[in-house]
């Protein structure tokens, strides 16, 4: 699985940008997309993260100014990220992540992807 980010970029503090990033080389559905973030100094965490059933979890950080959603079809493993309202501390590499699931008797298997990162700068 390969995953292409893009839509980094700088901009003022209450503005807002729109990240996506495009898996390919599966023809299945990812079970979980998400997008961590790494400040400079500081360990990566989650932003938000969302299952192909749909269900979204996100930090408490950016909880109300971000949303997280995945596309339909054809664009089924492809997650985006609407991030409104933008602060100073939302700097940093944003790193998109897809974990495929797979099961067998008594045993499930996550399988974990990384994008290249893709740089937010919301200057202070």
């Known amino acids: 699985v390969q995953l292409q980010a893009s839509g980094g970029g700088s901009v003022q503090a209450g503005g807002s940008l729109r990240l996506s990033c495009a898996a390919s080389g599966t023809i299945f559905s990812i079970d979980v997309m998400g997008w961590y973030r790494q400040a400079p100094g500081k360990q990566r965490e989650l932003v938000a993260n969302?299952?192909?059933?749909?269900?979204?979890?996100?930090a408490d950080s950016v909880n109300g100014r971000f949303t997280i959603s995945r596309g339909r079809g054809n664009a089924k493993n492809t997650v985006y990220l609407q991030m409104n309202s933008l602060k100073p501390e939302d700097t940093g590499v944003y790193y998109c992540?897809?974990?495929?699931?797979?099961?067998?008797?008594?045993?499930?298997?996550?399988?974990?992807?990384w994008g290249q990162g893709t740089q937010v700068t919301v200057p202070a």
């Open positions: 969302i299952t192909s059933g749909g269900s979204a979890n996100s």
């Open positions: 992540s897809a974990r495929r699931i797979t099961t067998a008797p008594g045993q499930v298997n996550e399988y974990d992807y």
